[in-house]
Nanobody
Framework: QVQLVESGGGLVQAGGSLRLSCAASGRTFSSYAKGWFRQDHGKERECVAAINWNGDNTYYADSVKGRFTISRDNAKNTVYLLMNSLKPEDTAVYYC?????????????????WGQGIQVTVSS
């Protein structure tokens, strides 16, 4: 059974940092593209960062560019999201997702496996 489990969320003050981790089990995902999405109340789920299968291509939403860094460790079946200079508007539930097929896409419909989500709250 495939399972993706996020960790590292929580409450942080504006300007602070958090590192999210998403560990997968049940199969190997080294050839999959991976993404981080977020969803706030009443808003659509959006892709904030994505990484291709071998890590040499990444995508960042304009709102997080220069502040967030996505990385992956295929040996550990894990993807990370380092979030620096956090702002109150970064508050949301964050989800990791894996996509069969190694290239980056940013549509939620194109991802095959999802984590349960983890809350990130940035206080002003």
């Amino acid at each position: 059974q495939v399972q993706l489990v996020e960790s590292g969320g929580g409450l942080v003050q504006a300007g602070g940092s958090l590192r999210l981790s998403c560990a997968a089990s049940g199969r190997t995902f080294s050839s999959y593209a991976k993404g981080w999405f977020r969803q706030d109340h009443g808003k659509e789920r959006e892709c904030v960062a994505a990484i291709n299968w071998n890590g040499d291509n990444t995508y960042y939403a304009d709102s997080v560019k220069g502040r967030f860094t996505i990385s992956r460790d295929n040996a550990k079946n894990t993807v990370y999201l380092l979030m620096n200079s956090l702002k109150p508007e970064d508050t949301a539930v964050y989800y990791c997702a894996f996509r069969h097929g190694g290239v980056i896409v940013i549509s939620t419909a194109d991802y095959d496996y999802w984590g349960q989500g983890i809350q990130v709250t940035v206080s002003s």
